[in-house]
């Protein structure tokens, strides 16, 4: 069955980085869309960043656009987002997603 399986958050200051990455499995990972997104506290779900099969393609979200990469490596089924310049407001669970299906989500904590 399909698997995502997120890693790399935790705990960073104000204008610090932050890599996650997600570690898929089940399906054929070069044909699929990959997003990643986010959920903070008391708010909705927000796409932040996707990318094309081939990993050409990208996506993001105005709030994060220039400050975070999004990347894939179809020869080991893995996608990361590179996450710098970041803010108190980034701070969220980061979800690694393949249309229906989720991963368990890694948590990002931006603090001084």
């Known amino acids: 069955q399909v698997q995502l399986v997120e890693s790399g958050g935790g705990y960073v200051q104000p204008g610090g980085s932050l890599g996650l990455s997600c570690a898929a499995s089940?399906?054929?990972?070069?044909?699929?869309?990959m997003n990643w997104y986010r959920q903070a506290p008391g708010a909705e779900l927000e796409l932040v960043a996707a990318i094309g099969p081939d990993g050409f393609t990208t996506n993001y979200a105005h709030s994060v656009q220039g400050r975070f990469t999004v990347s894939r490596d179809n020869a080991n089924n893995m996608v990361y987002l590179q996450m710098n310049r970041l803010k108190f407001e980034d701070t969220a669970v980061y979800y690694c997603?393949?249309?229906?299906?989720w991963g368990q989500g890694t948590q990002v904590t931006v603090s001084s």
């Open positions: 997603n393949k249309g229906v299906d």
């Open positions: 089940g399906f054929t990972f070069s044909s699929y869309i």
